[in-house]
């Protein structure tokens, strides 16, 4: 009898050992994607907010602005399931005034002129993120 007790408790042992491995490493690989996840949300919130602010107004009409500026709140509303933090709320509210005051006056944005190579190429790495990100949406759309 000593003999089975020893080998039931070994065994066991080795059972429990490679369940706290197994749960160790899913414990690690949520930590990961967690940590994935908010710097996936983060960059492409700081890519929409660099489009509205940097790209020239006659490359944006105003519902693509709205559709950027929802995108973003999405972003945010993701960042706060993640993390949630009061700057978020406070970048979903100017998004928020942004949308509104688009559709309440309809601005007009004046054309602004890209006279050097160095607007043009800013211009242009702005337009590619653009196409990425409207590439991203549309695949995750479908």
């Not at 709320?89 to 054309?111: C, G, L, V, W, Y």
Request: proline fraction near 6%; include cysteine.
């Amino acid at each position: 009898m000593p003999g089975i007790a020893i080998t039931i408790v070994v065994t066991s042992l080795v059972c429990a050992g490679i369940a706290l491995v197994v749960f160790v490493q899913a414990r690690e690989k949520a930590r990961i994607e967690k940590v994935r996840k908010l710097s996936l949300y983060s960059e492409r919130h700081r890519n929409i907010q660099r489009l509205l602010a940097e790209l020239p107004p006659q490359y944006l009409n105003n519902p693509m602005r709205i559709m950027l500026s929802e995108q973003s709140i999405l972003c945010l509303q993701q960042l706060n399931q993640l993390k949630p933090s009061p700057r978020n709320s406070s970048h979903i509210e100017e998004d928020q005034t942004r949308i509104n005051t688009i559709k309440a006056e309809n601005p007009k944005f004046p054309a602004v002129k890209i006279d050097d190579e160095g607007k043009a190429r800013e211009a242009r790495n702005l337009l590619q993120v653009f196409y990425k990100l409207l590439h991203i949406w549309l695949r995750h759309n479908q």
